[in-house]
């Protein structure tokens, strides 16, 4: 029972040695679980604002649209009234034409500069098509550009979100752990808001809210040279961890050599107590045995003396 004891406690050291091994393989390996909910959190925090500036977006558009709507119907009037003062013009001059006498040369000459307007207006409707479909193409490709922008600035927060440089809105909890770096977990807060991409601007400085070029790309060359710093010291003391560990395991082998060994002279030792046990048992038996002998032996020579003594005192009354 003993032995069974002992191993057991054994097994249970050898599976709790192993648990603690997986957990710090874990712990290095993985990321913690606070940190990937921050990083979410900011995630959906960017996502957030930029709905919100599509919403504001769709909002200018609509406003920019109603406002083309009421000029084209300004103009529509406007040119309604142009063309019913060039039909009455027209039918004045009409009127001047038909009271005159008109010669075929005047008629050709007249054909001729109606022939050379019409033209001159099929030439210039073509232009104005091609003016258009070029100002059209050229606004869808300044869209897809301003879109593109709108996700690197998004990729940029969310990036930004992971590498911890702009503050959480969610209280944030220090890990404990020793090789924790608050430089670039807890502390390293580089940016005071994230990066908003402004499409109304009138000067292209002013389209971005931070100066990528003179400000964040010098942060983020020093943010990459410290994160480079803690991941080295990391993986030193990664490399620290485990040479104790397996100085550990050595010295949790050579101690279960010598528990083994101690266990084979305990089991030993164990058979022996019981052999002793066994044989002490049957000498008790055979001194018991002799003893309730000795013991009977020594009534009978009890009871023969109280007989005797009894005899003799009668004796001495006669």
Known sequence: LRNEEVERQIQKLINGNETLENELKDLNSGEPPLFKENREHGVLLADKEKFRQYLESMELKKQKLISSRVKLKEELLFKENELKELSESKAEIQKIVDSQEISQADVDRMNAERDQLTKTRDQLSEKSTEVSKEQWEK??????KMDQIDKL????NSMAHKLRLLPDETSYIQPQSSSYDYQTHGEARPLITELKFNAQATRSEKMLTLDLRNSIKPMLSSHKQQINASVFKVQEESIALQETLDKLNETHAEKLDVLQTKMLELKKLDERFEEMKLLIGKESSTSN??????DREIQNIKAENSTLLIVAQERLLK
């Open 139 to 144: 606004e869808i490709s300044l869209q897809k």
């Open 153 to 156: 600035v998004e990729t940029f």
């Open 289 to 294: 045995l002799e003893m309730e002998g000795i």
